[in-house]
């Protein structure tokens, strides 16, 4: 049985750092690719970046040069590094865990900044 729990989400003020975890089990996860998603409140869910199989990362505009993406195979777990957060960065962070028909989330966990 495949699970994704996301965690180390929570309250923090702008400016600060959180770093979120996505930790899989029940699956081949060094063949999976890794996107963090989030939805903020009364928006769709947007991508924010991924990693790759082969550790190549990725991101949104948005988030470039304030996030960054790393996996650790062995632990079967990949991190989102977030700095300088803004207020704007307020959301339920997802972590989705997809390669071939394989296609996982997470029940997310919410991130919230604010002074």
């Known amino acids: 049985q495949v699970q994704i729990v996301e965690s180390g989400g929570g309250l923090v003020q702008p400016g600060e750092s959180l770093t979120l975890s996505c930790a899989a089990s029940g699956l081949a996860f060094g063949l999976y690719n890794v996107a963090w998603f989030r939805r903020r409140l009364g928006n769709e869910r947007e991508l924010v970046g991924n990693?790759?199989?082969?550790?190549?990362?990725s991101y949104q505009d948005f988030v470039k040069g304030r996030f960054t993406i790393a996996r650790d195979n062995a632990k079967e777990t990949v991190y989102l590094r977030m700095d300088t957060l803004k207020p704007e960065d307020t959301a339920v962070y997802y972590c989705?865990?997809?390669?071939?028909?394989?296609?996982?989330w997470g029940q997310g966990t919410q991130v919230t900044v604010s002074s």
């Open positions: 989705n865990v997809y390669y071939g028909r394989g296609d996982y």
């Open positions: 990693i790759s199989n082969n550790y190549v990362e």
